[in-house]
Each structure stands twice: as structure tokens, then as C-alpha cells.
């Protein structure tokens, strides 16, 4: 994938993330990591790009009317209304810092950036915060891939070591979609 096309393709996937798409762009992010870091760094950028456009469009469907987007987020895997209303809670008792709390337990950005607004918290402050909060988390996977593939490299064939990367997300997201099931 030529840097550009890749960097667009994060930043996309960055927007549908942050809107209405359930998978993170770590996965992309991941996978350019594996034969080029610094072109998946320069994505990390556009997928925070994108993240923020959506964040932005889903803070304003929060700010009108929220109910629907609730609706409708309560149907995407992995999110509830009880998750939703826990976000609301973060924001209330955290403020705007919950933004680095959700990626650690596994909370969609898409729900923040819907309770930020109703929350009292404005479209700048929200976009401030959401730009180290969402570049922090896609650097650190994208880092710790790029880290692992070097070493692996001397032992494994850049095939096997994607092959492993498809198997690790599988594996990951069959987890996740498992334990927030159950919540």
C-alpha cells in the first residue's frame, strides 16, 4: 500500500471509528507497521485526522439530538446502554480526561464524543483532548507492532508475522465482543 493511499485509508477508517464502524484502526495501523513504520506513524496522523472529523460530527449529533445516535450505537457489538450511561458518568465525574480512560476498558470514542456535548463540555475542549487521546493509543499499538516485527523479522518471514498479526485481532476481537457480551 503506497504511503498516501495508506494514509488515507487510516484516516477513513479513523472517521468510521468514530462514527458508527466497530473495529479500531489500530488493525490497519498494525498492519502497515509490520513491513513500514514510519508510514504507519504518518497514518497514525491521518487516522487521528479522521477520528477527529467524526468525533466532531458525533459531538454535534449529541449536542441536537442524541437519542437516536443512542439508539443506534446501543445496536453496534460491544456497546450497550449501560456503557453509554457509564461514559456519561466519566464525564461527569472525570471531565474530559475520560477520553484516555476508555481506550484502556475498552470503551468505543464514538460514545464519548456523544455524551461530551450534553455533558457541557464544547466542541473545542472535546477536539483538544481527543487529538492526544486518540494519536496516544494509535502510536503506542503501532509502536509496540513495529517493535515486535523487528525483532521477529530475524526469525520469521514478513507473511507469517501478517498472518500472526490477522490471527492476534481475530483472536482479540473474539475476546472482546465475548467479555462485553456479557456486561
Known sequence: MKARSSGIAAGIWGFAEATVFFIVPD??????????????????????????VGGAITWYVGSVNPEPARSLFAWIP?????????VRSQLDERGLVALFIGPLIGTPYKIYALEAAGAGFGIWGFLLISIPARLLRFVLVTSVVALVSKGLKRFVQVRRLQLILVVAWISFYTFYFYVMSQT
Open 78 to 86: 460491544a456497546i450497550s446502554d449501560a456503557m453509554i450511561a457509564d
Open 27 to 52: 488493525v490497519l495501523l498494525s498492519w502497515i507497521a509490520l513491513k513500514d513504520p514510519a508510514k504507519a506513524y504518518r497514518a497514525c496522523l491521518w487516522a487521528t485526522a479522521g477520528a477527529l
